[in-house]
């Protein structure tokens, strides 16, 4: 049996705690011994009004279990620097931040006005580089930091009339995986999750028998996982659901390498090799690739020098 995963005396921000699946983590983590700040601003789904009840709640109920946390009302795109600094004033440093406040504007992109889209983005994407921004310099001087950024299946995959939530979602797997290179050398640990969990966002959406099993708890245990001091995993991408956990990552595929004549280059080629373009089956001189990083590319390059003549794009140049 493994050692429980302790969280003592570590410091950890949570956006958005006041509900849904910030509340959870928030509890869990207190559980486990971390001092926890429960942000969240306590508005409506659509991200109107706000409130000090719901981060006050989660608080005490903390408390009472006899945990330390304390409460944050800051908005994460206005004030995100106030929430790492209410972290380092009450408890001297911070050590993981969960990105997770979030709102919803669903409307179809025919419908969506600049302010649907860009209040949305703000809210996730911008409120997640304020908080990641502040708490920056902080994980860098003490050597150590775990950020999640809360993506969503409709960021990776894209969903009928979230075309704001979609794109701040994927920016937010973008910002992290950047992050996650800048933070290597100072064991700042950054990871993307996509869950699926019964809250107030899913509520009116999804059928009753469904939503059973979507019990937001289920999405604690790999956050926690991901953000211990033990765990070195980084950059990468986790989708969960109703206790199921995964990872996604990007392919490419074996792709077709042209002849280096620039005669090659024409819409006509890609057209005649379309297939090999989109093929994810290997090939003798290109492989399908995971690709994590940029540099990735440089084998692809290296493999076009290295064809023999005769296999150079076979592209048929003549027959176009
Ligand atoms: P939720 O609505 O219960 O929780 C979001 C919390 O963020 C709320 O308590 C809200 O008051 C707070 N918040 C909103 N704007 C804020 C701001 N500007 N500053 C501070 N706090 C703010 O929803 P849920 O489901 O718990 O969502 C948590 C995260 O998970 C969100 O980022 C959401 O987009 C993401 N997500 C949820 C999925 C689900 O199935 N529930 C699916 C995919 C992603």
Do not use: C
Request: glycine share 10%.
């Amino acid at each position: 049996m493994s050692e429980k995963l302790s969280f003592k005396d570590r410091v950890v921000v949570i956006t958005g705690a006041g509900g849904g699946l910030g509340k959870v983590y928030a509890l869990a983590y207190a559980a486990r011994g971390a001092k926890v700040v429960v942000n969240d601003l306590g508005g409506t789904l659509g991200g109107s009004g706000h409130n000090s009840r719901a981060a006050d709640l989660v608080v005490d109920e903390i408390k009472k279990s006899g945990g330390v946390a304390v409460a944050n009302y800051d908005s994460v795109n206005e004030n995100g620097e106030g929430i790492i600094q209410t972290a380092v004033k009450e408890f001297g440093r911070v050590d993981v931040l969960i990105n997770n406040a979030g709102i919803l504007r669903d409307v179809s992109f025919a419908k969506m006005t600049e302010s649907e889209f860009a209040s949305v983005v703000d809210v996730h994407l911008t409120g997640g580089y304020k908080l990641s921004k502040a708490a920056w310099p902080h994980m860098r001087s003490q050597k150590f930091g775990r950020i999640i950024n809360t993506a969503s299946p409709a960021g990776l995959f894209g969903n009928f009339g979230q075309a704001n939530y979609s794109a701040a979602k994927l920016g937010l797997v973008g910002l992290g995986e950047t992050l996650a290179k800048e933070g290597a050398k100072y064991n700042i640990n950054v990871n993307s999750i996509a869950p699926l969990a019964r809250s107030r966002m899913t509520e009116n959406v999804l059928p009753p028998h469904i939503l059973k099993q979507l019990g937001p708890e289920k999405i604690v245990p790999l956050v926690l996982y991901l953000t211990h001091e033990s765990t070195k995993v980084s950059n990468s991408i986790f989708e969960l659901a109703a206790g199921f956990y995964g990872q996604i990552r990007w392919e490419r595929s074996s792709g077709q390498i042209f002849n280096p004549d620039p005669k090659t280059y024409t819409p006509e080629a890609i057209l005649n090799k379309w297939e090999e373009i989109t093929d994810f089956k290997d090939k003798p001189f290109n492989k399908t690739q995971h690709p994590f990083q940029l540099s990735d590319y440089n084998d692809l390059i290296t493999k076009a020098k290295e064809l023999p003549k005769n296999d150079q794009g076979s592209v048929k140049i003549n027959s176009l």
